[in-house]
């Protein structure tokens, strides 16, 4: 069946092999759900919520305060969960080759990890409430494939769990993907005209990563129907730009999630500076409107207006600064200090320093994004310069465009390999030729010589 007790779509996968297109099999799992009454909380460590002010998205003004955030409890296996693991590996559906699909590296079931940590004395676990309203209690990091009575017996040997009622057991799902590289770095299916495909059918598994792949294939194909020249983003502009370029040019053989360890650029691509990075392109595309536009801009003006006040002007309220500075462990030196020179030092805060300057009266009153975003400009911008630099000749290479209709597998001097796996996945450009792999650098300088001599590049 499907996830939550739903039918398996069994006909899809037929149709799109009887369409020509290669599917793998993967699988993902959750864990029980428990009865929130059941459980003795007083067993776990109390995990609170975040009191940042930081929404998923830029438009979102409130936020709940921790008190009223449910909290989460932290528990470990015991020695007795254990055993019983150890002692009915060959019962797990996801160890016993009942399951053939290759897991998520990264959300391995208990059982995975009991064999494969196998020095490991405990693992940790949370309780986690699945609604707001209601009383499941999802046991993170329990996902299991044992048979029902064995779970009964691995949970009620966790602490606090000893009397808990399951609502729902753990179980494991298997699902086809379409096999790279056979989409593009727009989403479409490269032997299809109008078929786009966005979420776990290209490979991930995640909630995230399906919202971002649905939002480009669906920008995707609604501007070809329109004659619009298709959207891309680049590794080095967002999170997005970096999970297509991923799975359209070296693959994936196990459920893809999108980690921020797999982009190169990350302290270009930050949670603050999301909306400098995208509000542009989405205002083009015509889905952000004016109104929202306006606010932006006028956010960054204000942003740089304090810079500048801050790198003009110095501290005047000079004692509360020599306060300050021996609060964060400094030798007060205030000669002559600049408000920009007292931010940067590590951990000082824009709003204690902006309360110090005259000058800086009406920058105050900045909400929490712009101040973090504003701290994370003048802390790092020595750094954020150089990674900048760095970006400057990855955009230099993708700026160099491929022809669509290049012929790689005749084309002599470049490597058998190189060839083939060009031809496979036909980049857009030389930056995407370069990370193929299989692709080293001297196919790529082989393959610039040859089309500048066909005059094609
Ligand atoms: C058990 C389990 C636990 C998971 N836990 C997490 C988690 O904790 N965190 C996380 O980030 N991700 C988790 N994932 C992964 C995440 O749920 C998926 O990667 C993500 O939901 C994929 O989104 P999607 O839109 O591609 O597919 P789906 O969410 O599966 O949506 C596909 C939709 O298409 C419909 N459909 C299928 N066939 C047809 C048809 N022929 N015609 C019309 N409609 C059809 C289906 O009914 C379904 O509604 C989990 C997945 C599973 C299976």
Redo the contacts with the bound molecule.
Sequence with gaps: G??DD?KA?L??SDSLRRMGIALKRFK???PPRLDKDSIDFSAGEIQLGGSLRFGFSFTTKEFVPVEKQLPCYLIYTTPKTLDIIRSHLQDSAVLNGVIQGIGPRYCPSIESKVVRFADKSRHQLFLEPEFENGNSIDLQGFSTGMPHQIQKEMVHSLPGLGKAKILKYA?Q?EYDAIATPQFDQTLRVKRYQGLYV????CG???????AGL?LMAGINASRSILGLPSFTLKRNESYIGVMIDDLVTKGTDEPYRLLSSRAEYRLLLRHDNADARLTGYGHEIGLIDEKRYREFLEKYQRIQEAISVLSSHNVTDKASLADYMKQMGDEPSLEGKKGIEVLKRPRYSYRRIAAMMDSMAGYRDMDDESVLALETIVRYSGYIKKEELEASSFAKAEAMVLPSDFDYLNCDGLRLEARQKLQAVMPSNIGQASRIPGVNPADVSILILTLKKEKKL
């Design positions: 499907g996830p739903e779509s006909g899809l993902t799992g959750t179980y799902i966005a979420g776990q059918i991930t598994s995640g909630y995230e990563e399906a649905g």
